[in-house]
């Protein structure tokens, strides 16, 4: 592996803004030494390997919001930062209908290695910016595909918690009265399907709100239009973080 290489990226590293910005799924990269799994050249580019469209709404949202964001820089298929060890689908041998050669198999060992590698600088960057200031919120940025194993998602927009709503239902709040998107709470995904791992590590174990943003991926498949799906989020994330600030203000 090239000396050079982190499997974790800071942007904006001294933003003052309310929130930490993080994309566990940000990048397609397959570097040394895992290459390419044994993927095919459609799987390694396809959703399967990375939320499309979500680098580059969680790069404009750190410039908008002039906060930090912690990304990834090696495909999920390697290892999925938003899951534990023990989660199957943290290492896959199979995502959707693509089959991963090189996660067929592994020992235990070889998943440790992984998770030493990839998963453990990733979550303990992000503790470090969390513990080097005050914030008023953890958002992660995701996307997903219009249909998932041959059904049609109707949702274009989601707002998901782990154990903590107020963001998510201050966010959906907005939205549903915008009304440009069709918006839902904790849909495609939550919290029973394993998808908040990131938001229960570093925000409710820390006491932290949080909120994970799920985008239809067609809607932000280039950078012109994830930097307008940015723009449209921050009334919503504005209220979001407005909702847990008031509520942190009445507790003091």
């Known amino acids: 592996m090239a000396e050079s290489w982190e499997p974790v990226e800071v942007t904006r590293a001294e933003g003052r803004g309310p929130v930490v910005l993080v994309c566990e799924h940000a990048s397609r990269a397959f570097p040394q030494p895992w290459g390419d799994l044994g993927l095919s050249a459609e799987a390694a580019e396809s959703h399967a390997a990375w939320d499309i469209g979500a680098l580059d709404v969680a790069r404009a949202l750190a410039a908008l919001l002039d906060s930090p964001l912690v990304s990834a820089r ?3 298929l390697i290892y999925d930062l938003n899951r534990p060890l023990e989660a199957p689908d943290a290492i896959p041998a199979q995502s959707e209908f693509y089959t991963v050669p090189g996660n067929a198999g592994l020992s235990a ?3 440790r290695q992984r998770h030493a590698a990839l998963h453990d600088p990733f979550h303990g960057t992000l503790a470090d910016v969390i513990a080097g200031r005050e914030s008023d919120a953890l958002v992660t940025i995701h996307s997903f ?3 998932y194993r041959g059904v049609k998602r109707d949702v274009e927009l989601g707002f998901l918690y782990h154990s903590d ?3 998510a239902e201050a966010a959906l709040a907005v939205e549903r009265a915008k009304g440009t998107y069709r918006a839902a709470l904790n849909e495609p995904y939550a919290a029973s399907d ?3 791992y990131t938001l229960r590590k570093h925000g409710d174990a820390n006491g932290l709100p949080s909120l994970m943003i799920e985008i239809r991926n067609d809607l932000i498949d280039t950078e012109a239009r994830a930097r307008d799906m940015a723009v449209h989020l921050m009334p919503a994330l504005a209220a979001a973080i407005a909702a847990v600030a008031e ?3 009445a507790a003091e």
């Open 74 to 76: 090696a495909s999920r």
């Open 109 to 111: 060992q070889e998943r």
């Open 145 to 147: 595909t219009p249909v």
């Open 165 to 167: 709503d107020r963001m």
């Open 194 to 196: 394993g998808v908040t």
């Open 247 to 249: 509520d942190r203000q």
